[in-house]
């Protein structure tokens, strides 16, 4: 079975760093992108970034790029979004996701539980 | 601001059809494939239309998806209660060189 099992709820304050992960089983894990989503309370969903385990390829939604820091560890087939300096702005629902088809298809299947991150002081 | 736009919100009663409308750009559903994604309350997104107009196993025919231009729909037909949530339509955009998102429509089954 193809399944994608994000890290738990996160509370931090605010200047403080953090790394979520997700771990990946039940497919090749060097041939599919995996993608990051956030989900703001009250929001529709916003693509972070995304990372191509095989060589470590990394793209990053503009509105992200900066701020966050997609990483992989092929030994273990886990994904990492990491923050250097958390914001209360930051706090939401943060989704791993496969992309599967194409390279340029917005196919994500399956999706992480979801890991919630709170922000505050 | 979603780069794809979607009514905030539907609702229909058991039983009747419900349509929700994505709009964007050339550069987005005008060349790329629009996948629709339905998020119930707690749980993670899960595809539900991909392709265009294509179902996964395990969707019921109920759920339909079609793409004319720059727009797409999702269909829902004999809705049921457990429809309720949030539906997302997304599809790449070149402009972006990543994948982008509707605001989300929340279906509500009166």
């Known amino acids: 079975e193809v399944q994608l099992v994000q890290s738990g709820a996160e509370v931090k304050k605010p200047g403080e760093s953090l790394k979520i992960s997700c771990k990946a089983s039940g497919y090749g894990f060097n041939n599919y992108w995996i993608a990051w989503v956030r989900h703001m309370p009250g929001k529709g969903l916003e693509w972070v970034g995304r990372i191509y385990p095989g060589d470590s390829r990394t793209t990053y939604s503009p509105s992200f790029q900066g701020q966050v820091t997609v990483s992989v560890d092929k030994s273990i087939t886990t994904s990492y979004l990491q923050w250097t300096s958390l914001q209360a702005s930051d706090t939401a629902m943060y989704y791993c996701?496969?992309?599967?088809?194409?390279?340029?298809?917005?196919?994500?299947?399956?999706w992480g539980q979801g890991t919630l991150v709170t922000v505050s002081s | 601001q979603s780069v794809l736009t979607q009514p905030p919100s539907a609702s229909g009663t058991p039983g009747q059809r419900v349509t929700i409308s994505c709009s964007g750009r050339?550069?987005?559903?005008?060349?790329?494939?629009v996948f629709w994604y339905q998020r119930l309350p707690g749980t993670a997104p899960n595809v539900l239309i991909y392709r265009d107009n294509q179902r996964p196993s395990g969707v019921p025919d109920r759920f339909s998806g079609s793409k004319s231009g720059n727009s797409a729909s999702l269909a829902i037909s004999g809705l049921r209660s457990e429809d309720e949530g949030d539906y997302y339509c997304?599809?790449?955009?070149?402009?972006?060189?990543?994948?982008?998102f509707g605001g989300g429509t929340t279906l509500t089954v009166l």
């Open positions: 996701a496969r992309l599967y088809g194409g390279n340029s298809e917005a196919w994500f299947d399956p």
């Open positions: 050339s550069s987005n559903i005008g060349r790329s494939s």
């Open positions: 997304a599809t790449w955009d070149d402009s972006l060189s990543g994948p982008v």
